[in-house]
């Protein structure tokens, strides 16, 4: 009777541990647990930089269009260059350039000017137009309003980069430039805005409006 009743209690006792195949079938399971929840999380991570940077580029695009067509509206003209290295010539109707300058005539006499204001897109490679960069933008004033010809009051070559920027990056879609002459009259803005980030989490979307001033 003494063994026997030893013998249930031996058997009836809690176990000392786990055995070596029931921890590696834990761990296993964990580590696929694990690598599901990091996953979720990446994408996750993901989206949500996505959809902050998709968000970004709307209200750039807003802000950018708003502005533009008030500056646009009360100019009494424009002129658009290839870029704001190059001003030699204005390009004509039909051509599209990276540079954009709204004129203000001088009310009293519409031989002067009082006021530049100028939108341009400066690209990473200067040898590609259709490479990104940021639009940048300046207000010139002048008191009293100027005879000089609005090639001689643009902000010189050298302050290429030191104006404000209006948009973080851009892309021209008219031959790789921003904005396209329209018969002369008014001011056809083609591009896309780009978010910085990682290729994988950069947010872009198109842009296409038209400005004209006032006359």
């Known amino acids: 009777m003494i063994l026997r009743s030893d013998r249930r209690r031996r058997s009836l006792s809690p176990r000392a541990g786990y055995t070596l195949v029931e921890m590696l079938t834990a ?17 996750s991570t993901s989206l949500f930089h996505y959809d902050s940077g998709k968000l970004r580029v709307n209200n750039d695009i807003r802000s950018f269009t708003s502005e533009m067509s008030d500056n646009a509206t009360y100019s009494n003209h424009f002129l658009v260059y290839p870029s704001f290295a190059d001003r030699t010539s204005p390009v004509n109707d039909g051509l599209a350039g990276d540079f954009l300058v709204l004129v203000y005539r001088d009310p009293a006499d519409q031989t002067r000017i009082e006021r530049l204001v100028g939108y341009y897109r400066a690209p990473a490679d200067s040898l590609d137009p259709a ?27 050298t302050a290429a980069n030191g104006h404000p920027e209006v948009v973080e990056l851009s892309r021209g879609l008219s031959n790789g430039r921003l904005f396209y002459n329209f018969l002369d009259r008014s001011i056809m803005v083609k591009g896309e805005i780009i978010h910085r980030g990682s290729l994988e989490r950069r947010a872009t979307n198109t842009y296409n409006f038209t400005v004209s001033p006032r006359g």
Do not use: C, H, I, Y
């Open 27 to 43: 761990m296993t399971v964990f580590g696929f647990a694990m690598t599901g929840a990091l996953g979720l999380l990446t994408r």
């Open 131 to 157: 490479s990104e960069g940021p639009v940048r933008k300046f207000d010139l004033r002048f008191n009293p309003s100027s005879t000089q010809a609005v090639a001689a009051l643009l902000p010189p070559v």
